[in-house]
Every structure is written in structure tokens, then in C-alpha cells.
């Protein structure tokens, strides 16, 4: 071991010569170091190339993320835009449907007992009013198959707060409030109210878990909402519902809690799209 110590204590006390050869120059010029400097040095450049490494990776991740969310929000956006303008369309349409169902009733009960008062009924009327009904009914049946499916749309996408407070953290880049990590990425909003708060569901949908969860989310309910859209409500102190159970929208789901990772009472909500985080301001308005 004495050896070993002798070896390496010579090694590195012992002076470097360095040759430095101008190109313009035909003098050249030493320079003695000790070989500890030298290895200092290389450790140094090396721990500083990770170290960049590491940063580059990390910013190409957020960079990449970030365009990623920036694109479904834009996409979420224009989908929510489409959402109001259909929802207005459809509120334009139900007295239509309404009136052509009057119609159609009026227009059967003329095909059966004669459209004319005082005289016979056209001879048309056997041959074409049949025809104009089945293709009245084709319209009113289509016109109300597009109208559920559009309120069972606007049902399944979440709208509002799921509990009512004041948001502590926004979604996106943070400081960790838990890790004192710098540049986490925050996936959804903190709200903070005091504990027990009642949380509700943001919209209609099915329970997928409901239960303690790693990762520092606690006490944690995720609904799947269909078109794509999920919805997660963390660090709850009791649940009051469970994996499987059908929800509607602002029914409550469980209680405001700080179980997991989190530094006082407060529900973590985060809106996923195809399984990734989006923003969920422009959801809560």
C-alpha cells in the first residue's frame, strides 16, 4: 500500500514538460507542470462536458415538450372553437327538429284523411306525399343523430375548475416547491383550499383508478373521459369513488388533501390529450 502511495504521489508531483510550436515561429517554447495541474485540469473538462451534456438533453427535452404542447393547443383550441360553434348550431337546430316533427305528424294525418277542405284531396297527394315524408323522416332522424352526438361530445370534454380556490402553480417549468428541483416540469395546476374541500369530476366519464399512487401524486383519481380525454386529481385525502364506477360531470370524486408529495392542502389537476399533459387554463374557463 506504502508503494502504491509512493507511486502515485511521484507520478503526480513530478513536472510536465509541454513543447508549443508556433506555425508562423520557428522558436518554440516549454512549459513544466506539475502532472496533478494536468489531471486537474482533464477532470475538470471532462465533469464540464457531461455536465453541458446533460443541459443540452435536458432543454432538447423541454424544447420538445413544450412545441408538443404548444401544437395540442393550438389543436384544443381550434377543437373548442368548433365545439362552441356546433353547440350554437345545435341550439339553432332543436326548434327546427321540433317543428319538423309537427309537421310530419300534420303531413301523415293529411295523407290519410285529404289535404283539401271542401272539395277532393289532389290526386297527387296518394302518390308523393308518402315519398316527402320518408325522406322528412331521413332529415329529422339524421339531424338528431348529429345532435346527440354532439351533447355527448361537449359532455365528455372537461370545462371548469374542479374545485374552487386559488392555483399556486401553473402548469409548465417550475422550481419544485418539494425538490427545490430547478426547471421540473409542472404537468397540470395546483389549487389550494382548505382541507376536506369537496373535488368534482370536470366531465362525464368512467373512474380508471382510485387509490394511492407512486410518483408523488397520493391519493389520486384518473377518469377517462373518451375523445381522447383524461383527467387527473392528486394529493386527495379521501376518495368517494372507485375504478370502474360511471361519473357526470361535476359530481364529487373525493376531498382536498396534501397526502404525497405536497407542501399544504391542495388538489394537483392535470388534463391529458392521447396520454399527454396539456395545459388545463384554457379548459377552466
Given at each position: 500500500?506504502?508503494?502504491?502511495?509512493?507511486?502515485?504521489?511521484?507520478?503526480?508531483?513530478?513536472?510536465?514538460?509541454?513543447?508549443?510550436?508556433?506555425?508562423?515561429?520557428?522558436?518554440?517554447?516549454?512549459?513544466?507542470?506539475?502532472?496533478?495541474?494536468?489531471?486537474?485540469?482533464?477532470?475538470?473538462?471532462?465533469?464540464?462536458?457531461?455536465?453541458?451534456?446533460?443541459?443540452?438533453?435536458?432543454?432538447?427535452?423541454?424544447?420538445?415538450?413544450?412545441?408538443?404542447?404548444a401544437h395540442l393547443a393550438e389543436q384544443?383550441q381550434r377543437y373548442a372553437d368548433e365545439?362552441?360553434?356546433?353547440?350554437?348550431?345545435?341550439?339553432?337546430?332543436?326548434?327546427?327538429?321540433?317543428?319538423?316533427?309537427?309537421?310530419?305528424?300534420?303531413?301523415?294525418?293529411?295523407?290519410?284523411?285529404?289535404?283539401?277542405?271542401?272539395?277532393?284531396?289532389?290526386?297527387?297527394?296518394?302518390?308523393?306525399?308518402?315519398?316527402?315524408?320518408?325522406?322528412?323522416?331521413?332529415?329529422?332522424?339524421?339531424?338528431?343523430?348529429?345532435?346527440?352526438?354532439?351533447?355527448?361530445?361537449?359532455?365528455?370534454?372537461?370545462?371548469?375548475?374542479?374545485?374552487?380556490?386559488?392555483?399556486?402553480?401553473?402548469?409548465?417549468?417550475?422550481?419544485?416547491?418539494?425538490?427545490?428541483?430547478?426547471?421540473?416540469?409542472?404537468?397540470?395546476?395546483?389549487?389550494?383550499?382548505?382541507?376536506?374541500?369537496?373535488?368534482?369530476?370536470?366531465?362525464?366519464?368512467?373512474?380508471?383508478?382510485?387509490?394511492?399512487?407512486?410518483?408523488?401524486?397520493?391519493?389520486?383519481?384518473?377518469?377517462?373521459?373518451?375523445?381522447?380525454?383524461?383527467?387527473?386529481?392528486?394529493?386527495?385525502?379521501?376518495?368517494?369513488?372507485?375504478?370502474?364506477?360511471?361519473?357526470?360531470?361535476?359530481?364529487?370524486?373525493?376531498?382536498?388533501?396534501?397526502?404525497?408529495?405536497?407542501?399544504?392542502?391542495?388538489?394537483?389537476?392535470?388534463?391529458?390529450?392521447?396520454?399527454?399533459?396539456?395545459?388545463?387554463?384554457?379548459?377552466?374557463?
Amino acid at each position: 500500500m506504502r508503494r502504491i502511495l509512493h507511486t502515485l504521489r511521484t507520478v503526480t508531483v513530478r513536472p510536465v514538460t509541454l513543447l508549443v510550436l508556433p506555425a508562423d515561429s520557428a522558436r518554440t517554447f516549454r512549459l513544466r507542470l506539475p502532472a496533478a495541474i494536468l489531471v486537474l485540469l482533464a477532470v475538470v473538462w471532462v465533469a464540464s462536458v457531461t455536465a453541458a451534456a446533460l443541459l443540452a438533453g435536458r432543454h432538447l427535452h423541454y424544447e420538445a415538450m413544450r412545441l408538443l404542447n404548444a401544437h395540442l393547443a393550438e389543436q384544443t383550441q381550434r377543437y373548442a372553437d368548433e365545439v362552441a360553434k356546433a353547440e350554437a348550431l345545435a341550439g339553432r337546430l332543436k326548434p327546427l327538429e321540433e317543428e319538423l316533427r309537427r309537421r310530419l305528424a300534420r303531413t301523415r294525418r293529411e295523407a290519410v284523411q285529404g289535404a283539401g277542405e271542401g272539395g277532393p284531396a289532389p290526386s297527387f297527394l296518394s302518390e308523393e306525399i308518402p315519398g316527402r315524408v320518408a325522406s322528412l323522416e331521413r332529415v329529422g332522424e339524421e339531424l338528431f343523430r348529429n345532435y346527440q352526438g354532439l351533447t355527448s361530445m361537449i359532455a365528455s370534454t372537461p370545462s371548469g375548475w374542479p374545485v374552487r380556490g386559488w392555483i399556486t402553480s401553473e402548469y409548465g417549468e417550475r422550481i419544485s416547491p418539494y425538490t427545490g428541483e430547478v426547471g421540473s416540469v409542472h404537468q397540470g395546476v395546483d389549487i389550494a383550499n382548505k382541507l376536506g374541500s369537496p373535488i368534482v369530476a370536470a366531465a362525464d366519464g368512467m373512474v380508471l383508478y382510485a387509490a394511492w399512487t407512486p410518483g408523488g401524486y397520493g391519493k389520486m383519481v384518473e377518469i377517462a373521459h373518451g375523445y381522447g380525454y383524461s383527467t387527473r386529481y392528486g394529493h386527495c385525502s379521501r376518495l368517494r369513488v372507485t375504478a370502474g364506477q360511471r361519473v357526470r360531470r361535476g359530481e364529487v370524486i373525493a376531498y382536498l388533501g396534501a397526502t404525497g408529495n405536497a407542501t399544504g392542502p391542495h388538489v394537483h389537476y392535470e388534463i391529458r390529450l392521447y396520454g399527454v399533459p396539456v395545459a388545463p387554463r384554457p379548459f377552466m374557463r
